[in-house]
Structures are given as C-alpha cells and as structure tokens.
C-alpha cells in the first residue's frame, strides 16, 4: 500500500555522494567569496561616503587599455565588463557541467531548478513594472530585480545555515547558476544598444579556434587565453555586453565523463578542471573588485537615503527582490510538484523553501551590473540603494525563517553525516534507498 509513496518524485532529494562532494567544495569557496564580496561593498560605501570620496570616484573613474584598440576604459567598466565576463565564465562551466554529467542531467530533477529560477524571473520582473507603470523611463529597468548571487546568499547561509541540508544548498545554487544564465540571455537580447554586426562576426573566428584547442583538451593558457581574449574584445566592440563572450566561451568546453574500474563516473574533466582554476579566481578576485567598484553610493545621510528609496524606480526593485522573488520560486516550486505530483523529502517542509526563496533576494552583482546598463548614472545611485536595501532585507526576513528550523535542520545534518562503517561515504548514501534518491523518486 506505501509503494505509490515510495515511488512518486521527490522534491530536494539529496542525489549522489559524487555530486554532494563536487557541490560542497563549490559552496566553500563560494562562501569565502562572499565574504570578500561584503567586503568589498562596504569598503566602497565607507570611502564613498567619507570625506575623501572624490578620490574613490577617481579611482573608478581612471582609464587604462589601449586606445587604438577602443580598450581605453574607466576601472569600473573593466570590473563590469572584464571581471564578469570571468565570473560567467565560471557559472557557464557549472551549468554546463551540471546537465551534462552532474544530477541534473535527469529532467526529472533538473525540472525543479529551471522552473523555480524562470518563476523568479518572470514575478519580480512584472511586480516591477506594476509599481513603476506611470514613471517614464522606468520599464528599462525591469530585469534589475531579477538576478540571485550565490556569493552574498551563502555567505548568509554559512552564518545562518551552516547545517541546512545538502539537497537545499544544491538547490539553491543550482537555482543561482540557472538563474545567471538567464541574466546574461536578458542582457545580451534587452541590453544591447547598437549593434556592430561585423565584430560580432568576426568573434565567431577565435570562438571557433578556442573550441577547436580545448576539444582537443588543450590546457596551456599561453594557446588558449589569445582566443579567448579576441573573443571578449570583439563581442565589446560590437555592442553586445562583454560578459556574453563567457558564456559562450565556457560552452565551448568540453564535459567528459572517464571510465574508471568501477565503471562510468563523473572524472575530472576540462570543464571541472577550468572550473577549479577559475572559481577561486571569480569569487576571490572578479566579484569583490566588481563590488568595490560598483556598491560605493553617496548616502546624503537619513533624508538622502529616504529620498532614494521613495523614487518609484528604486520602490519596484526593492518589492521585486523581497517579494518577487520569494512568490515566483515559491509558486514555481509548488506547480512542478503539484504537476508531477511530486511530494518534499523526508524532514523538509514548505519553509524551508520559503526560506530560501526569500533567500533568493539576495540580488547583489548582477543586479547593479543590470542597473548600470539601464540607467547607467542617470539614476544610478538610486538603483543601488534599492539593490542594497532590497538585499539585505532578503537577508534578514531569510534569517528569521530558517534560523526557526535550525533545529531540525541539525537532526537532518547529523543523519547525513553518519558513517557507522567508517569507509569515509556517509550512510545515507549508500544502499537500494540512496540509489531511489539519486533517481529523483
């Protein structure tokens, strides 16, 4: 009588130990560049608030590059241009890798994540242009509300979370990553101006070297960064955001699975290997530089600050990520299961994914990257005010609900982590019940 139970899908199960391991490494150094990403957005907003903000205005405002060559740029179009294209580099290489040989190659799994991030597109977005409907100009902004980072969330989650369930900190990043790529699909369609067709083109020759070397798995960065870099300059010069040219250089790589004595597992192939090389440098280096020189907003003291979070702009971007986001992940999540007649994993509930859709609204880089390029100065530090508030708002409504369950997230944590026979795989990966979850049912 219990068989439909058992067999039915389920939501957040905790997939294979191969997977668990590559996951936990990734949040680890995630977390660390969350962190410095804090840091860096705090140090920005304390010079660019002190009385020597002139100089960190120059600071970004500094030009270098070659001129002959249209590189000649300001500090802090190269963070959001060049350090970005790094970091989606590394969030193309995970999703990739992930639907490839990773859990979510299974539809069955792979389905939740993917509706759960278009669901937090898509509300936000349109909760942004309902409350911005009679501001002109605004409708530009809608996608700013619309991006999760990883980074800011887990450096919540490793002082809020630290024994929030595997299945969950998968979801979430895998939700991130899905959630990034449909960021650089909004910029590279709803953010381009004029577009230079020819350059454009002409990107399509080095793209087409640099899959050619890294197909023949190639690794010495003296061949591979000379296409990829005419790569990144040429989609710049043709009007198409630079960080589209990580992406597709990211897909380019290959995702190999190698044979080994037990048989097929996920080996350390091309894509995990640049992934190991890249990551520490995207969350180490790439975000935090892009927040330091992207976060640092003048305050105006109280009635500065109150006169920014009142436009009507910076209102939509505040209610889309602290409420958008968490409404759109939610119902998302809840019509997948409610479709597939999916039901929540053994001591889980619908806070826990409340918590982390509210967690979701955490929408720090790619938000004010996003903002940059709709309104660009003209609004602003208004945009970052709302990206700022809205944030760590998510941050805090996210605490509050799922520090309520830390105590049954640490029971849960505890099962995960037995290993009674010592052979250094927890139990519960081990078995005919941790193949079943592997599977999705």
């Known amino acids: 009588m219990t068989q439909p139970a058992r067999s039915a899908p389920r939501l957040f199960g905790r997939g294979s130990w191969t997977e668990a391991r590559r996951i936990a490494d990734i949040l680890r150094k995630e977390t660390i560049g969350g962190a410095l990403l804090l840091g860096g957005a705090a140090l920005a907003m304390v010079w660019a608030n002190s009385p020597w903000s002139a100089a960190y205005e120059s600071v970004r405002g500094h030009t270098i590059g070659p001129a002959s060559l249209h590189l000649n740029l300001d500090l802090a179009t190269w963070a959001a241009d060049g350090l970005l294209a790094i970091f989606f580099f590394v969030a193309g290489l995970e999703l990739k890798r992930e639907f490839v040989a990773g859990d979510l ?5 792979a389905a939740v994540p993917i509706a759960a991030a278009v669901g937090g597109v898509l509300v ?45 900190r998968t979801f979430l ?19 381009t101006g004029d577009l230079a067709p020819v350059p454009l083109l002409a990107a399509l020759v080095p793209l087409a070297l640099f899959t050619v070397l890294v197909q023949r798995r190639v690794r010495s960065w003296w061949l591979l960064l000379p296409p990829a870099f005419a790569v990144w300059a040429l989609v710049h010069a043709s009007g198409v955001h ?5 992406v597709l250089l990211a ?16 080996g350390p192939g091309l894509a995990e290997h640049f992934e190991h090389r890249f990551r520490p440098l995207s969350a180490g280096v790439a975000v935090p530089l892009f927040a330091f020189l992207s976060a640092g907003v003048h305050l105006g003291g109280l009635d500065g600050a109150v006169t920014a979070l009142g436009d009507p702009i910076a209102l939509g971007v505040v209610v889309g990520l602290v409420v958008g986001k968490p409404v759109g992940i939610m119902a998302a999540t809840w019509l997948v299961a409610r ?34 390029l709709a309104f660009g100065a003209e609004r ?55 193949r079943e979850l592997a599977d999705g049912r």
């Open 105 to 109: 190659r299974s539809p069955r799994r």
């Open 124 to 168: 936000p977005a349109l909760l942004y242009l309902l409350v911005t409907r009679d501001v002109e100009g605004a409708a530009a902004g809608w996608a700013i509300p619309t991006a999760t980072d990883i980074a800011f969330a887990l450096a919540v989650l490793a002082v809020i979370g630290r024994y929030l369930p595997a299945a969950l």
């Open 173 to 191: 990043l895998t939700l991130a990553v899905v959630d990034d790529l449909l960021a650089i699909f909004i910029i590279a369609v709803f953010y």
């Open 242 to 246: 630079a960080t589209v040219a990580g």
């Open 251 to 266: 897909f380019a790589v290959p995702v190999v699975r190698s044979m080994r004595a037990g048989g097929p597992e996920a």
């Open 339 to 372: 479709f597939t007649r999916a039901h929540l994993d053994e001591g889980l509930t619908w806070v826990d994914v409340l918590g982390l859709a509210v967690l979701a609204g955490i929408g720090f880089t790619v938000s004010l990257l996003i903002g940059d």
């Open 380 to 434: 602003g530090d208004h945009v970052k005010m709302a990206v700022l508030a809205g944030s760590l708002v998510a941050a805090l409504l996210a605490t509050v609900i799922l520090r309520l369950r830390n105590r049954a997230y640490r029971l849960l944590h505890e099962a995960e982590t037995a290993d009674r026979d010592h052979d250094d795989v927890p139990d519960v990966y081990q078995g005919a019940d941790a």
